[in-house]
Each structure stands twice: as structure tokens, then as C-alpha cells.
């Protein structure tokens, strides 16, 4: 029997340990694979920190959130590279790779692959950002996530009459803000990818007011209004060492509320968007994902992401996956923005 | 500016008030419609039973279970066909019809189509058994529902050593029994598609039982045991005349305890899946859905259904529609038996 | 160091483990006790079957549904009696029982305590129906997922104008029914302790219909209608050799629709009630309980149960717990009847 | 029949709605009392801007979160006093009010209760600080919004081995926080009341991981660390004028981040925690405090607040209920404190 080796790199998301459980039940049920899991993403890997994955350390794992190996940003190519990588294979007897990750985890794995390693990636962010494939897993359970808590703003707003802001995740894309804002009624959706002026936000905010309404404005963490250079970083530095978003829609209360003259609240939802129990969607998207994960490795199928696509779950090769990120195109702004005011 | 009227029919479904509302946000803010609601389905159209539909009157809308304009089971073929409908329309200046509707409502939308009606379909079922739409909206809601109701099922199960059956909608298709057990962990699903016989499902209780598990099955309402002539109906005529469905759940209760020697439990969970606030996955799609109606009719294109294809929204002629019902198929069953036992 | 067992016995119910958790680190916090659980109820007391309880193995309880000791039926008056439970606890260095139970364990837990067992009562019933304490945790939790799950059964109802009836648990009192149908807006709820006729429910639900509501019934599975002789039974017997209530609900849907001449629909909720993740109030409650058990035992106070007062936990002798089963008071039934019809 | 006025002032609170809807089920089913909503709190009622409260108008209000008369800051005593009060009171017909409200408005009630005019209070404050009931509604929703958002942060901590901190809501005392981080298993608890040093609670978060936790903490947002001065007021004033609360949090992530070593993200929760859905908890104690507030003006107690005691509602004459805030006492936090580390 040939054996597996799974991590899982970068942000947290809901689903990632759903992806675990679909592969190792995949491998073991056909008798074709067993699975060593490495903790805490490719440090493990170097470093042959790992654990066996057996169908009783799978047990319960579709609705946990988080995952159970652990994450981290350690970044394979910069640390040691492919011959590291394989030294540690070798060692473990592991024939192939099962990399969860995010952008930056795919494309290592794509220099991985083009070593020679067998790798196959699974795409995982709650961002929503990557190319090739229709959703990522962890998206949706953001977005009912930061839904659920906008529903809550609005009650609130009402009754004070005040205009609430919701700042949600999205470090390059604004499709959480897109969705939730869509579900949850926003008079206004602000994203990184259209940078509409605070003026234009204003007049929504001022237009929902009019008609009676207590405006509701959700923001992605990374929106710059149109005339301002860079988005908002007011604290520090991240592990990957880029300044932090977070916190735009305290900012939003002040320039929006001085615009208006409304009353204006805002709330970071943070990290609740990223945690918890995945969404039934997410749990079957991603136990999916990890069975066609085992399928195309017991195919020979490496240097591929496995990838959603309308109701299939197919591959594509990695080098596909992770060139542009999927951002909010304009036709799905433009239909939103037919909601707004 | 033309006048457009929107009905729902057949069963209820999360989702369907956020199709009434996307659409009279699309067509009031182009400036190119203004609308009236039919009350109570066909019934409204033939009857020139119907509100005015403003801005105001959607205002709420997208999070609201059920529908407002009420719905029933009338067929306008069988009442009076397309000269009755014509003859309201015209009394009520109404240009063209959006019928939210499931199959028979689809159907019968496609032979008013066919008479000269302009009339624009879109597909409403939670069990998600109309062909040629990806997914149609109220599906995610019920499944989100049915998964969280499992998840509960599974503690009790566990502390009690008992085998839980949950038995859940699905009328032709085991969709939501496939995705709901999928995400649940369940160790048997079973579905109309798909007639395994009792003892194979006795057989994958034992497993699950023999690895230490509480045993967790998740059923469809129409599930027929090989061997069996006809699905369970335990209670009368529906609205339809059709006999009901609903209580196979109890039933196996009896014969699984009684292959097994496992205490078996059966809950039945019955209209809690088509009731209640949609997901946001569920508004965003609805939402999108009645906004691609009003375009649809913009463009003249009548006769048609709205269509959600991977992230797109697209249209599709009425008549491919609504050919065969969309059915689990076979490799999709295959796929979740790996994770069974 | 002493050494205390703890045990879970009966129906399970939320917050079972955040009892189990509360007293472990309470015992162990402070130094005064190791802790053995026992598995399956007093069976694993009598077989002398445990698990150490160490902070490790109590870690992320509080949250969790069920009871990871396992439970049973057994009565270990008729199986051993007091001479068994002190050989096992000798074997094992136990200095006393912490029990977890409802009204049967904890009238065994008295009689063993007359017989100089050190014993302390934990009440536990989703039923709230134990005398001589406010609240029983798992109670608020029952009452909270059929809340929900009646909220969702009102849409639909409304849509389409129909009848729905919940049909609750509740064996001897109707307090989830009581609340659950206040909180819900329920037009009738029907109780054990008050046999309202069917002919009064009819006008209940005829009275919010003349109003232009969609009615909506709330039903605990024991009520037995005025003029009938106990309450129904279609399914065999339970673990106790009882006859398993649950089912009144589909009765009703045809006697109410026969009454009434509206379409009625009955959901059975079942055992989702009991299972699941606890609220927050039920989470507190167990955890401070299951510390105060510890608290008794530290100052000697055996043969008690420990209580909620108001906002104060307490401790009660058993004999006053198990007197009489806490049931629905008349004034609190006329005081949600004024919210009837 | 005689009339009464009802009308909420203050911070919103989920469970507001289903106060105004028991006064008016109560009093209008018993053929009592008519009703009149005073729009915006006692602004309203000095200006005479009300809407009549029927049973058609309080239809669904039961889990409506919010309030359908909105609210507002404005204090009756400095804007007229008690002859502007009984002026618009005549002028409407009006023979007593109901007020909900907070401390603030209690308050107020009592000195134009002492000149004489018919006043009851309802307490409503979702920080529970308020004296001679043993909770107010709200509260528990509250709690619940927080727990689960807690939840799901400790996925995420323990994903990345990083300290999570929330921060929750409570101006004058630390309810939210001590119950939801004992609900959601907290490493340390920080609240107004009890001022532990920046170092204890350093400990408390190292001790966590060293025995491989992730540390969690739950801040209250008037949290002050023993040596300092004052709350963290980073963002101006609120409507009242007062400093505003929120964002301690932030700067806890920093201090605690350098005093542990370890990496912290915090997250500020804010407004979810009082819009939204009320929990059954809440519904059924608002629902009772709204009948009762009717059945003591029917008995002439006026001066007097409702108040949940045990599982009673009674009353309690308002200048009993407005001395002291109701804070956390030590025993609760000592209690608590055994669970942290």
C-alpha cells in the first residue's frame, strides 16, 4: 500500500478538516492509500513532525472547524526547497502529497511539482480568490457567518435610526462583502476591487435614509476609496510580515457619519468569519474535494488542484490554478449596485 | 412603463420572497417596470387577485421565509388555460408574467409560453430536482437545516449507543437525504435513485456499530427498499391528490432494530426544511434569479427560465427545462457510499 | 488526595458534559479530589467499568452535547442494591458518587445514601420537571431548537395558509411546550396537566384563522385530550419497558383538519430536542452545578442535591427533590392562554 | 375602556418587541385596555408622536429583535418634567404609561411617578445591571451571540496556536463576559468589577499553553487593569455624551502579545450583541414582564417595576429597583477564576 502524506498551510478555514477526513476515507476504504498528516503546514513536512491518519483520527471531522493538523506560513521553497521536501518523503515513505492551501501554498506546490514531487493541491480560502474553480470551500461559511451578524446589525439600526457598517474579511477580493452584503439588504457594498469615493457611499447611505430606512453599508477590509493611495493598515504587521488590515470601518464611522450627518456605528467582524463549524455547502464541498484529491493521485494525476466547477468536482494543472486572483468582476458589481441606496 | 406580474406556486421554499424582491428592484430602479404580486399562485392570475408590488413593499424581503403573496396548488391549464390568463392580464395592463414555480408550474408556464404569453420561469424546488439549473435556490437552505438537525441526532445517538434514523424530504430525488448525510457524517443514505435492499442497510449499521459508532442513517421520504413495490405513504392525499409521503423514517426504525439488534430511533423532520430564513447562499442565488428575470424580460426573451450555471446566472428555453427530473446519479451515490459503514 | 465517580444515568440532555467538566476542575483546581468516570450509568458503577478523569480529558466540554460517559437504564436498587455500589466503589477508592440524573437516579441515589453511600444529586431532564429547583439544565436548550424549529414551521403555514402543529417532548409535565409555544406565538399549546378538549384547540386554531393568522399548535407529546382515558401510544416500548410516547401530533393533524375543515400538517421534532450543542445558559448552569457538587462533597454535605435558586445555586436533601414532579401550574397556563386563538 | 401608553428608551435590546407585544395581547384580550406606541422613547411622548398598538400591530413581534418604536436618549426630566408628561398624556388619553427602559429611564420613571403620574417600568438592558430582578431579557440573547461567536474563535486559535481575545459588551458590570466566557471555557475572564493586573491575566494565558491550549479571553469593554485609571475610551463620545466604550480589546492584543510572547488577535463584537432574534429565554421572560406590567396597572400598583424572581414575575416598587447597579459579586468571579489557566 502506498501512503499519503496531507497538510494544511496558511489562514484557518472552515471545511479543512472535512478535506482531511474525504481523503483518508477515500485512500483507506479502497484500500489504496494510508495517510501520515504533517503538523502545522510545511514545517512539518521539513521537519518530519507527523501523525498516522487513520479512519478512527478522522471520526467527527466534517463539522469541526479549524483543523486538527495545525497551520502555519512557513514557505517550503524559501526553506529548503524541493530537496528538503524530498528528504523528508523519503524518510516518512510517503509517495505523494496532499497540500491544502492558499495562493501562496499552490504556487509553492507548483515548484514542488515541477521538481519532480507528487503533490496535488486543494484550494482553500475563505477569501474566494483563487482562479479555476467556481468557490472555494470556507467561503460560504463566511459569508453566512458575517451574515448572520449583519441580519443583527440591522435590527439594532433600526431601532436607534442610526447607519450601521459591517467591515468584513477580504484581503484582495470583496467577494464576502459581495455575498453577504447581497443577502443581508446592504444600501451600500464597498470592495477593493471598485474603489467608488466616499462621496458615492455617502449619497447611498443618505438615499436609504431618505426612504426611511436605517442604512446598512458593508465594507471588505481591503476597499481604498477612489483618490486615497493604499488601504487602511492601522496595526502592525501579520505573520507573513505584510501590514494588517483590519479596522477601515471604524474609520468609515467617522468620514461617513461627518458626510451624512447620520449617526454611525461600525463593526470589525474579524476573526469569527474564519472559524467554527462549516456550513452543510462547505462540508460537501470539501469532503469532495478530498476524495478527488485521492482519485487523482490513485490516477497518476500530480502537479494538479482539484477544483469545483458547477456540480463536478474536476482537476486543473496547478500552473492554471494560481496565476490571476478571481476578483468581483464588474458585471457582479454592477448587478449589486442595482440593490443599492 | 410596462407592468409586470409575479406569481408563486406549488410547495414553499426559502428564498422565494428574495426572488420577488431582486426582481422589483431590477425592473423599479432601471425605471423599465413596475409590478403587481399575484396572490396565492395561478389562482390570483385568473382570479385578477393581486397587490401592488413597490419598493416599499419588498423592503425586508431577501432574509424572510415563505412567500408573501401566498401560493397554492392551482393549475391555470386545467382552469381555464391561456385565454383566462391573457384575459387577466390584459384587465390588469400586465405585460408579462415571472412565475416562480416548480415543475408543474414550469410546465405549465411553458404551454402559456406556447399560446403567446410572455412569460419568464424561474425554478423553485427545495428537493432540487429540475433539470438544467446547477442548483435551484431553497435547496442549501433545507439541507443547512436537516444537517443541523443530524448534528443533534448524533450526540444523543452516541450517549445512548443507539442507531438514529433522520428521515428527510426529497419527493423524486434523494438530493437533500445525499448532501444533508454527506455532511453529516451518516453511515447509510438512502435514496429513490438508488434501492439498496434493508440488509444492505442493516449491513452498514453493524459496521459503523462494530467500529464503535453510534449508527447514523439518513433517509428520503421516497426511498424504496429493493424488493418493495412502492415508497411508504402511511397518511392520506396531498394538496395534489397525490398520496403523502413522510414516515419511512418509523418504519425502518422497526426493521433496522430488528436486522441489527440495535436500538433504533427515527425522527421524521418533516416541514421544518422548507420553512424558516433562507441561507445567505440561498438569498444571494434568489436574489440574482429574480433580478435575471427582469433582464430576461427586458431583452424580450420570454419563454425561458432563469438558470444558475457554475457562478453564472444564464437563461434556458422552458422546454429543455423541464424534459427529466434531475435525479442523483450514479457516480454521485457511488461517491458517498465510500464514506458508508 | 479523595477520590469522587461521577456517572450519568437516563435520558441524555445538553450540558451533561459541562456538569462533568465543572466538577473535575473544580475538584482538581483546588486539590482536593481525582476524579473516575463511570460508563453507562450505574451499570458502570456496578461492573466497576471507568475512565480516569483527568483536566485533559474534560478539555472543550462545555460545549459539547451528550454525555462522553455514555448512559443507561440501569437501577442499581433492583441490581445489587447498596452492597454492590460500596464493593465497586472499594475496589476502585472512591469516596463518593457524584450522580447525574433525573427523577428515577436520583430516587436511587436517595436510597442508597439512607444505606451511608456518600452521594450527591445532580438533576438532569430536558423536561424541567423536578420539584425543588428552578431550572434543570438541557431544559433551556429543548425549548430553544424547538423554537427555532417552530419558527421555521410558521412560514410555511403561512404561505400556505395551512395549520402547523409541533408536537414536543415532554412525559409528564408541558414545560417545553409552554414555552416553546409562548416563544414561537403559538395559538394553542396542549399540556398534560390541562385536558383542554379538542373542541376548544379547534376553536383556538379557528379563532386565529377568522384573524387572518396562520395557525399554529404546540403540542407536548403526553397531552391527552378531554373525554380520552391516556395518552398515545402507537410505538411499542422504550428502554423501561414503557410505552413509547410520540406521534400525538400526526392524531391531531386529523382531528384538527376534520374540526377545523383547515389543511393541517404535523411535525414530530423528536429527538433533536435533546441532542446538540447547549445554549450559553445551559452551559453555565451545568458548570456551576457540577462545581457546586464538588463544593457539597468538600464540606461533607452527602445524601443532597445541588439546586438553582434564582440566580444562587444551592443544595437541597434528596428526599425533598423527588417528592412530587414539577408540572405546569394552572397560573401559568391561564397566563399563556390569554396569549391563545 | 381605558388607554395606556407604552414606550422603549435607551440602547435597544433584543426582546423589547415582545414586551410591547404581551402588554397589548394582555390588556386588549381581557377587554381592559387600549394602547398607544409613543414613537422614539420619551421624545415621543413629549411631543405626542404615537401610533396605536393593536393586535394586528403586535402580529409576529414575539422574535422581532429591535424595536418597532424605536428608541432614543431623550430624559423626560430635563425636557419638561412631569406637567409636559401629564399635558401630552391628556392630550392622548391617555392613563398610565409603560416604560422600557434602562436605568436611566427607570429613574426617570420614579420622580414622575412621585408626581404622580401612572408609570410602570419593564428594566431591559442587555448588560443585566440592573438591581431587585434576577435577570433582565436581552441579556441571555446577548450572551448566546456572544458564545457562539466565541466558538468560533477558538477554532481559529487553535488552528494558528495563537490567544484569542474577545471583547463583549458592559458598561457598568462584566455579566456578558463572566457568562460567556464560562460558556465558551475561557482561560480568563476580564471584568469592571474585579481589576486583575495585565500580568495575572498574562499568567492565566501562558498557564493555557503550557498545557497545549490555545489561550482564550473574554474582556469586558469597561475592563480596568489594576494600576491604571480609567476604561480605554478610544473613540469619542456617545449620544448621551458620554465617553465611548469599545476597542480595549485592540489594545489588549498588544500588551498581552508582548507580556506572553505569544501571537494575539482580538476581536471586538459590538453591536451583534444586541440586535437580532431574541432567544426563546428572552422571549418568554419578555412576553411574562409585558403581561404582568398590564395586570399590575389593572390592579392600580403603579410606581412599580416588573421583575423576574426565581421563576415568578412580580413587582418591585421603582426606587427599590434603581439604587444600586446590580454588579458582578465576588463569589460569582472567584467561582469562575477556579476555571482559569
Known sequence: MKRLGILTSGGDCPGVNAVVRGAVLAGVRTGQYDFVGYLDGWSGVLSNNSVPLTLESVRGLSRLGGTILGTSRTNPITSGGAPAVIASMERDHVDGLIAVGGEGSLAAARILGESGIKVIGVPKTIDNDLSATDYTFGFDTAVQTATEAIDRLRTTGESHHRCMIAEVMGRNAGWIALHAGMAA??????????????????????????????????????????????PYFPRGLDTFGRPRLGGIGYLLEEQLQELTGIECRATVLGHIQRGGAPTAFDRVLATRLGMAAVRAASKGEWGVMVSSRGTDITTVALAAAIGELHTVPEDRYLEAEMLFG
Not at 446592504?186 to 458615492?200: D, G, K, M, N, T
Not at 436605517?214 to 493604499?230: C, F, I, K, N, T
Open 185 to 230: 439588504g446592504a444600501h451600500a457594498i464597498l470592495i477593493p476591487e471598485r474603489r467608488v469615493s466616499l462621496e458615492q457611499a455617502a449619497a447611498w447611505v443618505l438615499s436609504a435614509r431618505n426612504r426611511g430606512r436605517a442604512p446598512l453599508v458593508v465594507v471588505a477590509e481591503a476597499y481604498v476609496p477612489a483618490g486615497q493611495d493604499a
